[in-house]
């Protein structure tokens, strides 16, 4: 989606799935794009915004004071902002999940992080795609994948290691799961 005209001012931008937000530098926001489940949509009287993340269906906004607010499709509770979470300076909205990090360095998690998913490298899937093509008769159903899954605490412990992070990171089990494994 291009960018509408007059837009001006802009400290920040971030893209979800056919639409995107801007963080003006007066702390409001701006979105445009496709409007599915109210991702594209700004909730009225939303300002003082330091930082913005734009995930596959939900958005989420870190305030000045510290307060996170999240607005979009909600399938796996990742607008369900934990209610006593303060002190924000970062968020990341993914998927179907949220991250926020608070200015003690502690990441916090929605969720417990046991739900698994398998996870497929798009070269793994191209090859795959390429043999199947080569086949003179490829069958009518296949399934590509590894076999193996991870949990999502797992996978996240692990990125935090590769990519050296020294911080906490805790999970805030009184939010939903979502689905408990997909393969």
Known sequence: HLVPAGVANIK????????????RADGRVLAWGDNYLGRAG??????NVQAIS????HNLAAKADGRVLAWGG???GETNVPPNLANVVAVAAGFSHSLALKADGLVVAWGSGAPKREFLHVDELADACAF???QPSPPDLIN????????????????????GFKGRITWDASKPDGTPRKL
Not at 152 to 158: A, M, N, S, Y
Request: proline share 4%.
């Open 12 to 23: 920040s931008v971030a893209g979800g799935f056919s639409y995107s937000l801007a963080l």
């Open 42 to 47: 700004v909730p009225a009287g939303l300002a």
């Open 54 to 57: 734009a995930g596959h269906h």
């Open 74 to 76: 909600n399938p796996s």
């Open 132 to 134: 199947l093509l080569k």
């Open 144 to 163: 590509i994948g590894t076999g193996t899954d991870v949990s999502i605490k797992e996978l996240t412990e692990l990125v935090a290691q590769v990519t």
